[in-house]
């Protein structure tokens, strides 16, 4: 059987706005970036399930038993605010779980986590991810910024490996490319920082109760994660050993 993924985020509306002299019309486009990272996965012999930002507002679920049918929740792009504020509590006013919390109670219950860093994660853009505000905090191998996170390098930065050797990165090649952003963060005590970029946290990982949780602190898709990352040949190396050494598979 193979293990089951439950991957939520990577996806984004844009409304845009075109000016043409006298006259203005409107458009507007729905994307996902999870393409890349899905196909990975599942060539890893991973069971995908993929929840889109709009979607896990709804569905994500709102109980350890219902995370436990996974054996990883991995959070890419998605903030903080679309897991805690389902619309029965945004627009009606009614009590639910706090699915943060939940997906902390998870880990520790056993589950493997792993968040994927861009510009809603950890802070994210003007601190609004704020999952350092969040009981999810307490099973992150990276302590989150009380600011906005996001450092830019357009010039590019390639990651260095502090455990070359460790299980997580078997057969992943040595020579990285590079990334154009990430998120800072800072590195928790008796966390397991395997990779750095920029000397902040790039790869980390910390076993919380019976479970265990990691951080990649850039991005699985653009703009972070240029055509040289994404076309890699280490790119379902890397995801797969992840997820292996976070499910102890």
């Given at each position: 059987?193979?293990k089951?993924?439950?991957?939520?985020g990577?996806?984004?509306h844009?409304?845009?706005?075109?000016?043409?002299?006298?006259?203005a019309f409107y458009?507007?486009v729905y994307?996902?970036?999870?393409d890349?990272?899905?196909?990975?996965?599942?060539?890893?012999?991973?069971?995908v399930?993929y929840?889109?930002?709009h979607?896990?507002?709804?569905r994500?679920?709102?109980?350890?038993?219902?995370l436990?049918?996974?054996?990883a929740?991995?959070?890419?792009?998605?903030?903080?605010?679309?897991?805690?504020?389902?619309p029965?509590?945004?627009?009606?006013?009614?009590k639910?779980?706090?699915r943060?919390?939940?997906?902390?109670?998870?880990?520790?219950?056993?589950?493997?986590?792993?968040m994927?860093?861009?510009?809603?994660?950890?802070?994210?853009i003007?601190?609004?991810a704020?999952?350092?505000?969040?009981?999810?905090?307490?099973?992150?191998?990276?302590?989150?910024?009380?600011?906005?996170?996001?450092?830019?390098?357009?010039?590019?930065?390639?990651?260095?490996?502090l455990?070359?050797?460790?299980?997580?990165?078997?057969?992943?090649p040595?020579?990285w490319?590079?990334?154009?952003?990430?998120?800072?963060?800072l590195?928790?005590?008796g966390?397991?920082?395997?990779?750095t970029?920029?000397?902040?946290p790039?790869?980390?990982?910390?076993?919380?109760?019976k479970?265990r949780?990691?951080?990649?602190?850039?991005?699985?898709?653009?703009?972070?994660?240029p055509?040289?990352?994404?076309?890699?040949?280490?790119?379902?190396?890397?995801?797969?050993?992840?997820?292996?050494?976070?499910?102890?598979?």
């Amino acid at each position: 059987m193979p293990k089951k993924i439950l991957l939520a985020g990577e996806s984004w509306h844009s409304y845009t706005v075109h000016v043409k002299g006298f006259d203005a019309f409107y458009t507007s486009v729905y994307e996902e970036g999870a393409d890349r990272l899905i196909r990975a996965l599942e060539d890893s012999g991973y069971e995908v399930t993929y929840m889109p930002n709009h979607v896990a507002a709804l569905r994500f679920p709102f109980s350890v038993e219902e995370l436990a049918r996974y054996e990883a929740v991995i959070l890419s792009d998605i903030g903080s605010n679309t897991l805690l504020l389902h619309p029965d509590t945004f627009a009606k006013s009614q009590k639910t779980p706090n699915r943060c919390q939940v997906i902390r109670d998870y880990v520790f219950a056993g589950g493997a986590l792993l968040m994927v860093g861009g510009y809603m994660a950890f802070s994210g853009i003007d601190a609004k991810a704020k999952y350092g505000r969040t009981p999810l905090s307490e099973v992150l191998p990276v302590t989150c910024l009380e600011t906005d996170d996001l450092m830019e390098r357009p010039e590019g930065v390639t990651p260095q490996a502090l455990l070359p050797q460790h299980p997580a990165l078997n057969g992943v090649p040595a020579d990285w490319p590079h990334f154009l952003g990430y998120n800072r963060t800072l590195p928790k005590e008796g966390a397991q920082v395997v990779m750095t970029i920029a000397g902040d946290p790039f790869i980390a990982f910390g076993d919380y109760g019976k479970g265990r949780a990691g951080v990649f602190t850039s991005d699985c898709a653009p703009h972070w994660g240029p055509p040289e990352f994404v076309s890699w040949a280490g790119y379902t190396p890397l995801f797969s050993g992840i997820l292996r050494y976070l499910t102890r598979g």
